[in-house]
């Protein structure tokens, strides 16, 4: 049970005190604290595999901003390594990948994920949060949209365009849809595995769903995340594709609770065309936490209002950026927690 429970409530399209608040990449990146204990890890990867220090930085934005819901700090990229493709993470540029998918060669070689043997540190950390947090806020679990790991797998590492990957689903839609499906299997496993670590909600993170045309979202990547969805049954799952505007009335058949939109997707649009069921999530552009506390708080609350306050969990549009100053995080959260809809 949970004292606060106001994020499994929203998602559940059920009524609300007030609309719970989270931020996507709140674990890491903003918080000295967190800086201070990845310094103690010795990089990214020690930290994320160490399960009682990635535990620490899960629980830091809980304790010093206030935030209605803890996400396990982790990385989506956990998922190639998993299968057989590591990855490094370099400082200030981010993940690489030594070796990538070329050939249909290269792709029988990866095995589909065995999460309890490659991922236990996950599950470690999980058990851990869930044991510490003691009920405080619920435990999101994640994990990366099986095209976005796709991308990265065949790019890899990051790009403007993706345009390898891309070019990969013109060219040998056979090897893709091969790929995809390992990815989907070992994503079902591994969520499946966070459920039962204590994960109470799990989010699927589609961050470069926006540079697919509408064609290639609907054979390349919707199915699969309908799968995952399908496959990992005893929790609300979320679905955040960015950009992917265009796909929204697609999405409505998905068999999820909620749906992520980015600071592009005009709010009562976006309601029209998921319909009455889902329960919407966002969409503050993140730079508005650039601004002084005034705007922040006025665009905050322009923003709920458009929303309204049931089927809604406040968040932005994307990951907090990292040189956001956390009292600016405070604000929004703050403003989240004291706005009265009846104003
Ligand atoms: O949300 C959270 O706070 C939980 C932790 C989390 C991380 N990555 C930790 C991390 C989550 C949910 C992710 C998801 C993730 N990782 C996504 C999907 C979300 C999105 O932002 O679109 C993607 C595309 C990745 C891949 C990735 N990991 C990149 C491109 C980078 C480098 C740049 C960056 O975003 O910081 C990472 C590194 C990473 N993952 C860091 C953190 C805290 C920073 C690394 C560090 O501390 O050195």
Redesign the pocket.
Known sequence: MHKNDLLLRAAAGQDVERVPVWL??????ILPEYRAV?EKAKG?IQLATTPELAAEVTIQPVDLLGVDAA???????VIPEAMGLPYV?E?KK??HFPETVKTMADVDKLRVADPEEHLHYVASALRIVKSELNGRVPLIG?A?APW?IFAYMIEGG?SKTFSKAKKMLYTNPELSHKLLQKITESTIAYLNMQVRSGADLVQI?D?WAGILSPAQYSTFSLPYIKQICEGVTSVPKTVFA?GAFFALEEMQNLPCQVIGLDWNMRIQESRKSLGPHKTLQGNLDPCVLYSDPATIKKETEAMLKEFGKRGTIANLG??VY?DIDPEHVKVFINTVKEYRFDQ
């Open positions: 996507m990449r709140q674990a890491g990146r990845r990214f996400i396990i700090f982790s990385d989506i990229l993470m400082e981010g993940p994640f990366g976005t990051g993170f961050s960015k994307h990951g990292p």
